[in-house]
């Protein structure tokens, strides 16, 4: 399997979006937050915190070196994220294992790598 091979330096992004299941609107505002982990063999690793915008998209930034694995680890990140309204976990993503970066990264100058993670229907 190939490993992930950006350069340290460069910044990585997250995006997904979220609709509220039940309303097909996007899923926003201040009650919302989303946290990103990179699920790893010891500890998963906390890879940031955003709130949904009015599309209901969030984003994560990071530098490309936070997803960089170990010699216990798999080769390619396995993100997933948590969906809190106000301190209740109402939304946690399964395991997107083994994220092939290359397959789905884009590059936007000024942001570096993007990965969209895609649509989720989330209860609101």
């Known amino acids: 399997m190939e490993r992930l091979d950006l350069a340290p330096e460069m910044n ?4 997904a979006r979220l609709i509220a299941k039940g309303k097909d609107e996007p899923l926003h505002g201040a009650a919302y937050k989303v946290r990103l982990f ?3 063999f010891l500890d998963d690793a906390f ?13 994560f930034s990071f530098p490309a070196a936070a997803v960089a694995k170990t010699a216990l680890d798999d080769a390619m990140p ?3 994220f948590v969906v809190y309204k ?10 997107m294992e083994n994220v092939n970066v290359e397959a789905l990264e884009q590059y936007r100058r000024g ?5 969209d993670l895609g649509t ?5």
């Open 12 to 15: 990585m992004r997250v995006e």
């Open 38 to 40: 990179d699920r790893d």
């Open 47 to 59: 890879l940031g915190e955003a709130y949904p915008n009015v599309d209901g998209r969030v984003a």
């Open 78 to 80: 396995d993100f997933f």
């Open 86 to 95: 106000g301190d209740d976990i109402i939304f946690r993503s399964q395991v």
């Open 111 to 115: 942001v570096g790598e993007i990965i």
């Open 120 to 124: 989720f229907l989330v209860e609101g």
